[in-house]
């Protein structure tokens, strides 16, 4: 089906869906990229560091797009990002945990189950029914099979010898967060009866287990059982988070806040 | 090659690897570039904290893409500075780790706000830029090279800097206020950038005879200020009254009171000695050795599979 469902044809309901799905998308990549960026200068090697730079780059664009889709359904980039309560963040708990310091293989494999559900999210997205977003999803999608990549490659390596074990310990930790990625959405019926999306949310996270489990366990990884895994009270899909969120959204919003509010400025571009 | 020899050819481009030179160029090439790469790390570490606190998307993005380029421009530095023969990128990067290695006075003092940014993004770096112009036409071809990139990608740098100052400097009359506290503190290190006065510079002399440098640093601190007082003012910075900046109107130049600078700060800074110094120095230190394991490991790897470690994009 062609996309051809344009800002000015949503009626509310559709309206609703579409923002519920365009927050997600935003603000995984966006919290996401905050936690990356901790890693610039304190990668292992230039060459990583380097890399893990251009993914964080790369997700912060990513929600940048995705906010501007917001943009154009009437919110402001203030709205959006700077003044929005940290409860109405919907990004998944899995983008928010901090790092122990050195935790090379929580970052990898984190990049590893987060890029691998984002894929499969932006595939169902592909022949969606709205327009601007199908005019997007193509360039996200390229950069992110990058971003696949760079995460497999050194997972197969770490999960060799003696940082294996480091590699479980990741996993055992960030395994029940990375399941709320699929939490299942409010507005989900309305999301697939108008081809916002064209795979529902419980079918994405069935591909997403079927993808991840095998390969995790052909690197020798004991994979939690995903329907016996405890679950984190905070699911962050319906606006709770663990403690350590507020205390990033106000790192970020530090600055605005200290220059009391100033009207987020844009570089080489108009506002929408 | 005899040192003779280097100081008759001496002159843009001149130098390459396939050339035998002398024990004295490459060491003293090797101290100058490394100095320069570490620098870039260094001066990525402090803005780093930049990126989260930037106050738009488009900010965060320019401030993202920056430190990423500061370690592009080491990576490419790190490799003109091996490609003398005296150490390894290995052991450059252990002696930045074990606080041995040098970087530029400026990025050894901490940044805590955003008004304190453009004093690195804008003052700083548009001195680096004016510095490294001039290294476009050192002698040694690999690091004249790495000049092309890094000042190609500096200037976009030095546009967001003063962006950033001009919107501070349009902003509330408390904003204005801090930005001119920030200026009067950054305003001696800044000038300090270019290093000592050529009469107290230790390798000034020998740098200039074989050609890799071109300027002293009396020079370029003068037409720095030619072009920034006016830039500053332009914005409505006061340049503080001390340290004196005359005017000479004979020569159409700036030019500075040298005594009025704390040059005992100076040298403590060089040496790596001062408290920001072991600050910045020990926390990358420490974010280095935490990943000890993993440069081990991937030794490892490399030593049972003769594979390469994963590559960065672009």
Same mark, same amino acid.
């Given at each position: 089906?062609?996309?051809?469902?344009?800002?000015?044809?949503?009626?509310?309901?559709?309206?609703?869906?579409?923002?519920?799905?365009?927050?997600?998308?935003?603000?995984?990549?966006?919290?996401?990229?905050?936690?990356?960026?901790?890693?610039?200068?304190?990668?292992?090697?230039?060459?990583?560091?380097?890399?893990?730079?251009?993914?964080?780059?790369?997700?912060?664009?990513?929600?940048?797009?995705?906010?501007?889709?917001?943009?154009?359904?009437?919110?402001?980039?203030?709205?959006?990002?700077?003044?929005?309560?940290?409860?109405?963040?919907?990004?998944?708990?899995?983008?928010?945990?901090?790092?122990?310091?050195?935790?090379?293989?929580?970052?990898?494999?984190?990049?590893?189950?987060?890029?691998?559900?984002?894929?499969?999210?932006?595939?169902?997205?592909?022949?969606?029914?709205?327009?601007?977003?199908?005019?997007?999803?193509?360039?996200?999608?390229?950069?992110?099979?990058?971003?696949?990549?760079?995460?497999?490659?050194?997972?197969?390596?770490?999960?060799?010898?003696?940082?294996?074990?480091?590699?479980?310990?990741?996993?055992?930790?960030?395994?029940?967060?990375?399941?709320?990625?699929?939490?299942?959405?409010?507005?989900?019926?309305?999301?697939?009866?108008?081809?916002?999306?064209?795979?529902?949310?419980?079918?994405?996270?069935?591909?997403?287990?079927?993808?991840?489990?095998?390969?995790?366990?052909?690197?020798?990884?004991?994979?939690?059982?995903?329907?016996?895994?405890?679950?984190?009270?905070?699911?962050?899909?319906?606006?709770?988070?663990?403690?350590?969120?507020?205390?990033?959204?106000?790192?970020?919003?530090?600055?605005?806040?200290?220059?009391?509010?100033?009207?987020?400025?844009?570089?080489?571009?108009?506002?929408? | 090659?005899?040192?003779?020899?280097?100081?008759?050819?001496?002159?843009?481009?001149?130098?390459?690897?396939?050339?035998?030179?002398?024990?004295?160029?490459?060491?003293?090439?090797?101290?100058?570039?490394?100095?320069?790469?570490?620098?870039?790390?260094?001066?990525?570490?402090?803005?780093?904290?930049?990126?989260?606190?930037?106050?738009?998307?488009?900010?965060?993005?320019?401030?993202?893409?920056?430190?990423?380029?500061?370690?592009? +421009? /080491?990576?490419?530095?790190?490799?003109?500075? #091996?490609?003398?023969? @005296? &150490?390894?990128?290995?052991?450059? $990067?252990? *002696? !930045?780790?074990?606080?041995?290695?040098?970087?530029?006075?400026?990025?050894?003092?901490?940044?805590?706000?955003?008004?304190?940014?453009?004093?690195?993004?804008?003052?700083?770096?548009?001195?680096?830029?004016?510095?490294?112009?001039?290294?476009?036409?050192?002698?040694?071809?690999?690091?004249? +090279? /790495?000049?092309?990139?890094?000042?190609?990608? #500096?200037?976009?740098? @030095? &546009?967001?800097?003063?962006?950033? $100052?001009? *919107? !501070?400097?349009?902003?509330?009359?408390?904003?204005?206020?801090?930005?001119?506290?920030?200026?009067?503190?950054?305003?001696?290190?800044?000038?300090?950038?270019?290093?000592?006065?050529?009469?107290?510079?230790?390798?000034?002399?020998?740098?200039?005879?074989?050609?890799?440098?071109?300027?002293?640093?009396?020079?370029?601190?003068?037409?720095?200020?030619?072009?920034?007082?006016? &830039?500053?003012?332009?914005?409505? $910075?006061?340049?503080?009254?001390?340290?004196?900046?005359?005017?000479?109107?004979?020569?159409?130049?700036?030019?500075?009171?040298?005594?009025?600078?704390?040059?005992?700060?100076?040298?403590?800074?060089?040496?790596?000695?001062?408290?920001?110094?072991?600050?910045?120095?020990?926390?990358?230190?420490?974010?280095?050795?935490?990943?000890?394991?993993?440069?081990?490991?991937?030794?490892?790897?490399?030593?049972?599979?003769?594979?390469?470690?994963?590559?960065?994009?672009?």
């Amino acid at each position: 089906m062609p996309a051809t469902l344009n800002p000015e044809d949503l009626d509310a309901e559709q309206r609703a869906a579409l923002e519920e799905l365009l927050f997600r998308l935003a603000d995984d990549e966006y919290v996401h990229g905050e936690r990356l960026i901790e890693w610039q200068i304190y990668a292992p090697t230039l060459e990583s560091d380097l890399a893990l730079a251009n993914v964080a780059q790369d997700e912060f664009g990513h929600a940048r797009l995705w906010y501007d889709l917001l943009e154009e359904l009437g919110h402001t980039e203030a709205e959006l990002i700077w003044e929005r309560p940290a409860d109405e963040f919907r990004h998944a708990t899995l983008v928010e945990l901090p790092f122990a310091e050195g935790d090379w293989a929580d970052v990898i494999l984190r990049c590893y189950l987060y890029d691998a559900a984002e894929r499969l999210r932006l595939d169902a997205l592909v022949d969606t029914s709205y327009a601007p977003l199908a005019d997007r999803v193509g360039k996200v999608l390229s950069e992110e099979r990058y971003h696949l990549e760079n995460a497999q490659s050194w997972l197969d390596r770490l999960a060799e010898g003696d940082s294996r074990d480091r590699v479980q310990d990741a996993l055992d930790r960030l395994f029940p967060h990375a399941l709320s990625l699929f939490a299942e959405p409010d507005h989900e019926e309305a999301i697939i009866d108008n081809g916002f999306r064209t795979m529902s949310t419980a079918d994405l996270r069935i591909e997403w287990l079927e993808t991840v489990i095998p390969y995790l366990e052909s690197l020798g990884l004991d994979v939690p059982e995903p329907d016996e895994v405890e679950r984190p009270s905070a699911r962050g899909r319906d606006g709770t988070h663990t403690d350590h969120w507020d205390e990033l959204a106000a790192e970020f919003r530090r600055t605005y806040e200290e220059l009391e509010a100033p009207e987020p400025a844009r570089i080489g571009r108009e506002r929408v | 090659m005899d040192l003779e020899t280097v100081k008759e050819r001496a002159g843009p481009r001149q130098f390459a690897p396939k050339d035998d030179m002398p024990e004295e160029y490459r060491k003293a090439a090797t101290r100058m570039i490394q100095f320069h790469a570490n620098s870039e790390v260094m001066g990525g570490y402090l803005e780093k904290p930049f990126i989260r606190q930037a106050p738009s998307i488009d900010r965060k993005l320019a401030f993202s893409a920056k430190v990423q380029d500061e370690i592009g +421009h /080491a990576q490419l530095l790190y490799r003109a500075a #091996e490609s003398l023969g @005296v &150490k390894t990128r290995d052991e450059m $990067l252990d *002696e !930045l780790a074990r606080g041995e290695g040098k970087f530029l006075n400026c990025f050894h003092y901490p940044m805590e706000s955003w008004h304190e940014v453009p004093m690195i993004a804008f003052f700083v770096d548009g001195a680096a830029m004016h510095r490294q112009a001039t290294l476009k036409n050192t002698s040694w071809t690999p690091y004249a +090279h /790495a000049m092309d990139k890094v000042c190609f990608e #500096e200037g976009f740098h @030095v &546009k967001h800097g003063e962006s950033i $100052l001009s *919107e !501070l400097m349009n902003g509330s009359k408390a904003t204005q206020e801090k930005t001119q506290a920030a200026f009067e503190t950054w305003w001696p290190r800044i000038i300090q950038f270019f290093g000592p006065t050529n009469d107290k510079s230790v390798h000034n002399d020998f740098a200039q005879e074989v050609g890799l440098k071109t300027k002293s640093n009396d020079e370029l601190r003068d037409t720095f200020l030619d072009t920034y007082v006016p &830039k500053a003012e332009k914005y409505g $910075l006061v340049v503080p009254e001390y340290p004196r900046i005359e005017y000479d109107e004979e020569l159409d130049t700036y030019h500075v009171n040298e005594d009025d600078l704390n040059w005992d700060e100076f040298w403590t800074i060089a040496k790596n000695a001062s408290e920001g110094s072991h600050e910045q120095i020990n926390s990358r230190s420490q974010a280095q050795a935490a990943v000890e394991w993993v440069r081990e490991s991937m030794h490892s790897w490399e030593g049972a599979s003769g594979a390469g470690t994963p590559q960065a994009a672009d």
